[in-house]
Structures are given as C-alpha cells and as structure tokens.
C-alpha cells in the first residue's frame, strides 16, 4: 500500500510483477481535498464547503463499490451529479476512475487485514 507516487507504483511494479498495489485511502481523501481547495476545481472557498463535502461523500461512495460493474454505473452517476463542475469530472476521470483497483473496495479483494492507510507504517 503506497501514496499515489507513479514513480514508487512503477518500480514496485517493476520488482513485484504479479502483486496488486493498493492506494492508501487516507492519502487518496487528501489528494482529493487538496485539489478541491484549488481554484482549477471550481469548488473552493468558503461558498462551496458544502459542494466539496458532497464530492467527498461521493468519492467514499466510489470507494465502496464492490464490483468493477458498481464502480462504472457510480462513476458515471458523479459527473451526473456534479455536472454544474466540469473540472470535478475531469479530474475524477483523469485521475482516479482508471485507476479504481488501486483504491476502491472491488480492488482489495484479497487479505490485506482491512487496513485502509500505510500511515502506521510512516510513523
């Protein structure tokens, strides 16, 4: 389980071919709220604090699909419902949709001891 850094993701690849890599959650939901806080995402400033918490609501609904089915009926149901910001949808495209294995619950189908985070490991 790694941060969202393709440079570790590529060489863990590299070494370990047949491994899955996960994503941390807790790195993923700050990438996530890092970008929101940007003004490219459309969504910033006090105005939208309720905008990016719905956003976030919806990513951790994202996050619990179970299948890859799941993933792509809700993936297309968040830039339905957040239609009014392009740039959210681009960014979830861009960033994250294809890469759903690596966070989303229908990726960690295997004995991982339901740990979501690698912030033990970085203490």
């Known amino acids: 389980m ?17 491994s899955s890599i996960l994503l941390c959650w807790y790195h993923v939901l700050q990438a996530v709220n890092r970008w929101l806080s940007k003004t490219e995402s459309g969504v910033q400033g006090d105005s939208n604090t309720q905008k990016r918490k719905e956003i976030i609501s919806f990513f951790c609904k994202l996050k619990a699909c179970s299948t890859v089915k799941h993933f792509k009926r809700t993936s297309a149901e968040f830039c ?5 910001y392009p740039s959210v949808c681009q960014y979830f495209l861009k960033n994250w949709n294809n890469i759903g294995t690596m966070w989303a619950d229908y990726g960690r189908r295997f004995n991982h001891k339901n740990s979501e985070t690698n912030n033990v490991i970085e203490r």
């Open 80 to 84: 339905k419902t957040f239609k009014k």
């Open 2 to 18: 790694v941060d969202k850094d393709f440079a570790e993701i590529n060489a863990l690849s590299a070494v370990f071919p047949e």
